[in-house]
């Protein structure tokens, strides 16, 4: 089964959305409570009829925006909350956004994806994270006896999958999940590694890493004039600096 567009917006039109709670579950409502800093700008993909903005918006964080594919779930969302702004409204496929956040917002998102699409998330989630920035949220710690989504896992497998790009604030058992879900829930506080230095950013020529789970650059940048040497040293010109992989140098 292909879990497109057409697939979620099926599951709003017929209301057929068991993931939905009717309200910001306990977990984030009281991370929400503690954040401070008003002007953060906050991402919540795939989200749904958007009980997590309408909350954030409402304490006064008025960078919140959202990603979702099905127009059910946006239309709903807007009759709602019209007065949520609309230019930080984004329907659009998710791998295809390309803004910059301090903060990423997971709730049933995750959970949502096959399993195979698992890497991809974790690597856009880096991607769309200002450096420093935060992924903070909920995964299931069970598996489901019927076919996903959602889909399950285990913190065991999570954590092989997130540490290669992110450093764990808190990454552990949630003890305040609503009922229904106590003992099944992960609360997560992962804060963006950081992948290559910031020369390499603003550099005038592009460097092209490739990335493994050992944490080794492995591509040549000679096309581009650079001649790289043992350590992760590379040279340009007259220049020589470091090409980290994942903050390890």
Known sequence: MKFDKSYWEEKFIKNETGWDIGYVSTPLKEYFDQLTNKDLKILIPGSG???????????????????????????????????????????????????????????????????????????????????????????????????????????????????????????????????????????INLIKKKIFNEYTYHCSFTCHLKYIHELRMVRSLEKDGVSCMAGNSCKLGNSIFRVCAYGSC
């Open 49 to 187: 009829n958007g009980y997590e903005a309408e909350y954030l918006f409402n304490l006064g964080f008025k960078n919140v925006f959202i990603v979702e594919w099905s127009d059910t779930a946006i239309r709903n969302f807007i009759q709602r909350f019209p007065k949520f702004p609309k230019e930080n409204i984004f329907q659009k496929d998710f791998f295809l956004h390309s803004e910059k956040y301090d903060l990423i917002i997971e709730q049933t998102f995750f959970c949502a994806l096959h399993p195979s699409q698992r890497e991809k998330y974790v690597t856009k989630m880096s991607e769309l994270l200002l450096p420093h920035g935060k992924l903070a949220g909920l995964l299931f710690s069970r598996e489901f006896n019927s076919p996903g989504p959602p889909f399950g896992g285990s913190k065991n497998e999570y954590v092989k999958l997130f540490e290669p790009y992110f450093n764990f604030k808190y990454f552990d058992e949630c003890y305040n999940s609503i009922p229904p879900r106590a003992g099944s829930e992960l609360f």
